[in-house]
């Protein structure tokens, strides 16, 4: 788009490379809100540079989240839409003292992270960087995640809100930026007000490749076994020990191995996952996590589950077990499907953009997929973010600013939708 073009002056590196030095590693321990209060400390960052941008509500509340208002420059009713990052990263992987580096024109060569040189980022190990040649590439420095998930989100998000302030003559109705913690846990919208939110459609920055647009998630559960044995002392074990923790191990050496496994499962498959076991000899729990695009299948799952851990007591008599099944979050799609515009706007802004849609499923999920049934229908939107949740993490510069170009484009889809409504 010329004028986009012409007017913009891209800002998300340097943006990118500050907030990634800010540590908001999410606490999966923790019970708080937000899991570590060391996310604020990025949250304070952004609402100071949204008010020094002229966002005059701008705001961070008690829980972690941040609002802020870019004014609608036009009158017609546009529908009031929402762009959303999450400030929080991984605890997979240390995100603290992140030293990020810029890799200017990158030419294709392997990528030798100076501070652990065994960390080399390669297009034979990362295909899509082939088609960043000549790009700009920000990486950690060997030690670290780079933070690109989702800060790249936030970097774009930011360096939109600079554009159309900067450049009031932009026609958009009232956009509405929302930051949130805990993503990464499964807990980034658990707390946001969506009265305050008051939006009516969403975006979320969030995604991969270039060209990604993603509109259908999977539908997701947890899962608890709770085995219980009967405790003596070893000394006296004879014909009386029955121990939970071997009855947990006999259940997950049970789960098929070669399907039904995040290892073995790829496209369109669920799968079922262990996250975590911990126990002693009296009781031990196995935290799974299930996964289908398809929501009707996590009963089948479930059923499979509760089927293996019958067949795992039946083999140490006198043990028992409990099942508990929690809901996470649910396909996308099935509140996406009733609002064909919210995908059919992006698609466009793409096009607008020189970029050919790939309309994808996430194998996993975003706050954009707890947003849809909370009434704020949201698809992802890519940013280059890559390699995430690993010291291999990268982004392409231009990727981002791809993703800038594409917000813009988009605001003004739904500004002169509105306008021409009969």
């Not at 590693?25 to 019970?31: E, H, L, R, W």
């Not at 017609?76 to 024109?105: E, M, N, Q, R, Y």
């Not at 698809?379 to 973010?385: A, H, K, M, V």
Request: hydrophobic share 40%; aromatic share 8%; proline share 5%.
């Amino acid at each position: 788009m010329q004028l986009f073009e012409n007017l913009y002056q891209s800002g998300v590196a340097q943006r990118l490379m500050k907030y990634v030095q800010v540590d908001t590693t999410a606490d999966p321990n923790s019970d708080s809100q937000p899991s570590s209060m060391k996310q604020k400390n990025l949250s304070k960052i952004l609402v100071e540079e949204l008010l020094a941008l002229g966002l005059k509500d701008a705001e961070l509340d008690e829980h972690g989240y941040v609002y802020a208002t870019v004014p609608a420059t036009i009158n017609a009713a546009v529908p009031v839409i929402c762009f959303c990052a999450h400030v929080d990263t991984s605890p997979d992987c240390s995100g603290t003292a992140v030293k990020p580096l810029l890799h200017a024109k990158w030419d294709g060569s392997d990528l030798v992270l100076p501070d652990d040189t065994s960390v080399v980022i390669s297009a034979k190990n990362h295909p899509y960087l082939l088609e960043r040649i000549g790009d700009d590439i920000i990486t950690a420095s060997g030690l670290t995640l780079l933070g690109a998930d989702d800060k790249a989100g936030v970097a774009v998000i930011m360096d939109l809100v600079a554009f159309l302030m900067q450049n009031p003559q932009i026609p958009h109705g009232k956009i509405r930026i929302l930051f949130t913690p805990d993503e990464e846990i499964g807990r980034g919208v658990d707390k946001v007000n969506m009265d305050k939110l008051a939006a009516n459609f969403g975006y979320t920055l969030d995604g991969g490749e270039r060209g990604s647009l993603e509109g259908e998630s999977f539908s997701a559960d947890g899962a608890k076994v709770v085995f219980s044995g009967i405790s003596a002392h070893p000394g006296y074990a004879f014909n009386k020990l029955v121990n939970a923790q071997k009855v947990a191990a006999y259940f997950l050496n049970s789960l098929p191995q070669l399907e039904w496994s995040p290892e073995r499962t790829n496209e369109r498959k669920g799968f079922v996952h262990p996250v975590q076991i911990q126990g002693t000899a009296e009781q031990c729990q196995v935290q799974l996590i299930v996964r289908d695009f398809e929501t009707a299948k996590l009963d089948w799952h479930v059923q499979q589950l509760d089927h293996y851990a019958k067949v795992a007591c039946a083999a140490f008599p006198g043990s028992s077990y409990v099942l508990h099944r929690t809901e996470q979050y649910r396909n996308m799609r099935e509140i996406l499907d009733q609002y064909p515009q919210v995908m059919g706007h992006a698609a466009k802004a793409y096009q607008m953009a020189g970029i050919a849609p790939n309309i994808m499923a996430i194998r996993g999920g975003t706050d954009g997929s707890r947003l849809s049934f909370m009434g704020l229908p949201c698809p992802n939107i890519f940013t280059g973010e890559m390699g995430i949740h690993s010291k291999q993490e990268y982004v392409s510069v231009q990727d981002m600013e791809k993703a800038v170009e594409i917000c813009v484009n988009l605001v003004q889809i739904w500004a002169h939708d509105a306008s021409n409504a009969v």
